[in-house]
Every structure is written in structure tokens, then in C-alpha cells.
Nanobody
Framework: VRPVESGGGVVQSGGSLRLSCVAS????????MGWARQVPGRALEWVAG???????YYADSMRDRVLISRDDAENTVYLQMHRLKPEDTAVYHC???????????????????WGQGTQVTVSS
């Protein structure tokens, strides 16, 4: 039971990527879903989140460059990223948020499901 991410890769600065996350073994419709990233040497941070009512959260660092969406019928959540920068290089994880709100800090709960992540590398 976990989210399964795909869509990462190597892209040039200014490029775009779309990440996908399939909910394996659980119903996406029952959870708020988010994308978090782990930049080397920095704390895990939420990039974007989408609640069950489809309201959204975006980190200030990526607010105008990403779009999160969900397709509950397909059990999938997406993260469309544009105008990527080298500092966006990170492992991007998909996760549930069973309680609370998305914000700058990630607090992992034993009740949430986390994917293994997909690597995004932005070359300058």
C-alpha cells in the first residue's frame, strides 16, 4: 500500500516535467495528497498539496511554476512543473496527508503513505 511516482528525469533549465502518482492499494479519493521534495542538504518540504475538495496549497518557491491536480477516478495525482531551475533538483515524493494542513514543513505521520520518490534533475 503506497503511492507510486513516475515522470522524473533530466531536463534543461527552463524546461517542464509532469510527475504522476498512482495510489496503489488505497483510494485516492479518501485523502488529501501532496508532493514533497528532498533537496540534498535541506529539509523535506511540501511543494504542493491538494485536498479532497480540490483546494490547493503551493510553496512560495514554486507557486507560479507548478500545478497540482487529481483524478480520483484514475486514482492518480499529477504535478505539472514549468520553468524549472537547477535549484529544483531533488527527489520528489508523493504522499497522503490524513490530518492537518499543508505548509512549509513536513511532519510525517505513521498514518500516511509515502512513495519512494522520483528524481528530478535540472541542468543549467
Amino acid at each position: 500500500v503506497r503511492p507510486v511516482e513516475s515522470g522524473g528525469g533530466v531536463v534543461q533549465s527552463g524546461g517542464s516535467l509532469r510527475l504522476s502518482c498512482v495510489a496503489s492499494g488505497f483510494a485516492l479519493s479518501s485523502y488529501a495528497m501532496g508532493w514533497a521534495r528532498q533537496v540534498p542538504g535541506r529539509a523535506l518540504e511540501w511543494v504542493a498539496g491538494i485536498y479532497m475538495d480540490s483546494s490547493t496549497y503551493y510553496a512560495d518557491s514554486m507557486r507560479d511554476r507548478v500545478l497540482i491536480s487529481r483524478d480520483d477516478a484514475e486514482n492518480t495525482v499529477y504535478l505539472q512543473m514549468h520553468r524549472l531551475k537547477p535549484e529544483d533538483t531533488a527527489v520528489y515524493h508523493c504522499a497522503t496527508l490524513h490530518a492537518g494542513r499543508f505548509g512549509p514543513r513536513v511532519t510525517k505521520s505513521i498514518y500516511d503513505y509515502w512513495g519512494q520518490g522520483t528524481q528530478v534533475t535540472v541542468s543549467s
